[in-house]
């Protein structure tokens, strides 16, 4: 029996509240990603930077500091436009066509075990 196996996913996790932050990246790796986290958009840019191997960014829209979620989502789609990205918040939708490079958003609260079959479901580039 052949199974059709490609590589996971491996997800940048970008909230500044850390218990969602936390449940996010272990239901991530519960469903077979590996995670990364940031709790500051600077910070994730300092991550992203540091692994390479990073194929999806998911930040919460609503950060501390000097740039939110969509300016970090904009930076990383110049930077690194082989990341896939998802937006998420609580208190804003932003227009699709605002979310760089065919972005998905998914607002808060959100089903972290829907949040993991969206990502699973990206395709993976070779």
Same mark, same amino acid.
Not at 36 to 60: K, S
Not at 78 to 83: Q, S, T
């Given at each position: 029996?052949?199974?059709?196996?490609?590589?996971?996913?491996?997800?940048? *996790?970008? /909230? !500044? %509240? *850390?218990?969602?932050?936390? $449940?996010?990246?272990?239901?991530?790796? !519960? #469903?077979?990603?590996? &995670? =990364?986290? #940031?709790?500051?958009?600077?910070?994730?840019?300092?991550?992203?930077? /540091?692994? @390479?191997?990073? &194929? *999806?960014?998911? &930040?919460?829209? $609503?950060?501390?500091? /000097?740039?939110?979620?969509?300016?970090?989502?904009?930076?990383?789609?110049?930077?690194?436009? !082989?990341?896939?990205?998802?937006?998420?918040?609580?208190?804003?939708? @932003?227009? +699709?066509? /605002?979310? +760089?490079?065919?972005?998905?958003?998914?607002?808060? +609260? =959100?089903?972290?075990?829907?949040? #993991?079959?969206?990502?699973?479901?990206? +395709?993976? %580039?070779?």
């Amino acid at each position: 029996m052949s199974e059709h196996t490609s590589r996971p996913h491996v997800v940048l *996790v970008v /909230d !500044d %509240e *850390v218990l969602l932050r936390l $449940n996010a990246s272990e239901v991530l790796q !519960d #469903a077979g990603c590996t &995670t =990364y986290e #940031a709790g500051a958009t600077a910070e994730a840019l300092r991550v992203l930077q /540091d692994h @390479p191997d990073i &194929t *999806v960014l998911f &930040t919460d829209i $609503n950060m501390p500091g /000097d740039r939110d979620g969509m300016a970090l989502a904009q930076a990383v789609h110049r930077e690194r436009p !082989d990341v896939r990205l998802i937006i998420t918040s609580g208190r804003e939708q @932003p227009a +699709p066509a /605002d979310i +760089p490079d065919d972005g998905q958003f998914i607002g808060k +609260p =959100y089903d972290l075990e829907a949040l #993991a079959a969206i990502i699973c479901a990206l +395709p993976v %580039e070779a």
